[in-house]
T-cell receptor, first 110, second 116 residues
Framework: NAGVTQTPKFQVLKTGQSMTLQCAQDMNHNSMYWYRQDPGMGLRLIYYSASEGTTDKGEVPNGYNVSRLNKREFSLRLESAAPSQTSVYFC?????????FGQGTRLTVV | QQPVQSPQAVILREGEDAVINCSSS?????VHWYRQKHGEAPVFLMILLKGGEQKGHEKISASFNEKKQQSSLYLTASQLSYSGTYFC?????????????????FGQGTILTVHP
């Protein structure tokens, strides 16, 4: 049982480049989330999708876009990466009271 | 808006107790607690639902004051394995019996270190 799978695990981007972080879950969950984690800031919600076909902004959506491709997949896109987006990104899914997290993507923007 | 946790860090010796607090400015339907070990993903510990229901860990307990929008996590007789960063998560979505959930917002974390 894979749970929540994120790709890639590590990425280095140059300022201005674009990329998409992929997330897939195999638990048949309706709700999915993207967070970023920075030292001292905790987990900050970027976007979430309560169910297939819907997406909503979280606390820090600027500079990001998301796509809920189907029930399994929820991707996060950086159109023009900035050094301030250097962070660890976590995807999570939720089908009941508990949220399950992926192993994270460590992104560095230089 | 993120819930606020206190303290930011706690250092304990094995066997000592700790309390971590979480407060929100919004009305809450549930409070979640997660633990993250260094370099790993956060892992669910427990959830406290409006109305008093709790689900989760055997050796860790928590309280939820719905009127004050506050929760506390109680770690008793701490073990080395309790070390990590603890996050509270707050959910303002009422449970209507469905399987779709709204925002789950986390605090800034409390770093707990347990020494032998």
């Amino acid at each position: 049982n894979a749970g929540v799978t994120q790709t890639p695990k590590f990425q280095v981007l140059k300022t201005g480049q674009s990329m998409t972080l992929q997330c897939a879950q195999d638990m048949n969950h309706n709700s999915m989330y993207w967070y970023r984690q920075d030292p001292g800031m905790g987990l900050r919600l970027i976007y979430y999708s309560a169910s297939e076909g819907t997406t909503d902004k979280g606390e820090v959506p600027n500079g990001y876009n998301v796509s809920r491709l189907n029930k399994r997949e929820f991707s996060l896109r950086l159109e023009s990466a900035a050094p301030s987006q250097t962070s660890v990104y976590f995807c999570a899914s939720r089908g009941g009271t508990e949220a399950f997290f992926g192993q994270g993507t460590r992104l560095t923007v230089v | 808006q993120q819930p606020v946790q206190s303290p930011q860090a706690v250092i304990l010796r094995e066997g000592e107790d700790a309390v971590i607090n979480c407060s929100s400015s919004k009305a809450l339907y549930s409070v979640h607690w997660y633990r993250q070990k260094h370099g790993e993903a956060p892992v669910f510990l427990m959830i406290l639902l409006k109305g008093g229901e709790q689900k989760g860990h055997e050796k860790i307990s928590a309280s939820f004051n719905e009127k004050k929008q506050q929760s506390s996590l109680y770690l008793t007789a701490s073990q080395l394995s309790y070390s990590g960063t603890y996050f509270c998560g707050t959910d303002s979505t009422p449970y209507a019996g469905g399987t779709s959930y709204g925002k789950l917002t986390f605090g800034q974390g409390t770093i707990l270190t347990v020494h032998p």
